[in-house]
């Protein structure tokens, strides 16, 4: 792999990556816009009912009816930081309860669209990088240029384990298998695995004497087998641990 194919998938990968932060912070904005829909259906009822309350002891102003305006008040503004912060949050949590536990609904379906997406396009784009940086170390380059490749592979590597247990686990293994058949191809997910087990093995190989760096590459290890054995128990696979 030569400088530009480097620098085409670098570009892909940052791309992806500032388009992964406008979704957070768009998700982020929907959150506070929900919550802005509850203000503004409760607030104007509070500002209501304290306007009333006000111009109701207006004419008998004396202490009593100011302490019944200020009970009034802060009974309302007790009512509001109760819907808001402690009502809403037990709806929500019930609502996910009933939908995930009673109804068995895991996960909806663009979410299972969005984990086999990320599979075909992000996984497979990260472990190509990975396996393409680290077989430059074949190559008769520089001993900077060895040491520039082993890191970046071993980041792509790392990216792409850690994404991999995202979509393959626990939670979510039942939802992309659907009896005999895996909604990401078997084929694609074989070849996958295959290709980072040989990336470990040239990454051990060729790996830097740093403490911090033999422990992530031991972590990432123990990651990959993890995922190995959640595709396993599928029966659809019979992979190898690393």
Excluded: C
Excluded at 35 to 59: E, Q
């Amino acid at each position: 792999m030569n400088f530009k194919d480097f620098s085409y998938y670098k570009k892909n990968s940052l791309a992806r990556y500032y388009m992964s932060r406008e979704l957070f912070n768009h998700r982020i904005a929907q959150k506070k816009d929900k919550s802005k829909g509850i203000n503004d259906f409760v607030i104007p009822i509070l500002s209501a009912v304290i306007s009333l309350s006000i111009a109701y002891f207006a004419g008998r102003f004396d202490k009593d009816s100011l302490k019944i305006i200020a009970l009034i008040f802060f009974s309302y503004l007790i009512l509001y930081f109760s819907l808001v912060h402690i009502v809403v949050p037990i709806v929500q949590w019930f609502y996910s309860f009933v939908v995930t536990f009673i109804l068995g609904i895991k996960a909806k379906k663009t979410d299972i669209e969005d984990l086999v997406d990320s599979f075909n396009y992000e996984i497979i784009n990260q472990t190509h990088l990975s396996y393409s940086m680290i077989s430059e170390l074949s190559n008769n380059i520089s001993e900077i240029d060895k040491r520039f490749f082993f890191m970046e592979s071993f980041f792509h590597f790392e990216k792409s384990i850690d994404l991999g247990i995202t979509i393959i686990n626990n939670d979510t293994i039942g939802d992309l298998q659907d009896r005999n058949h895996f909604k990401i191809p078997t084929y694609r997910v074989e070849i996958v695995i295959e290709i980072l087990k040989k990336s470990y093995s040239l990454l051990e190989e060729n790996k830097i004497e740093n403490e911090n760096l033999i422990t992530d590459l031991t972590n990432a290890k123990s990651k990959l087998n993890y995922i190995i054995l959640i595709l396993n128990k599928t029966g659809l696979f019979n992979l190898e641990l690393l």
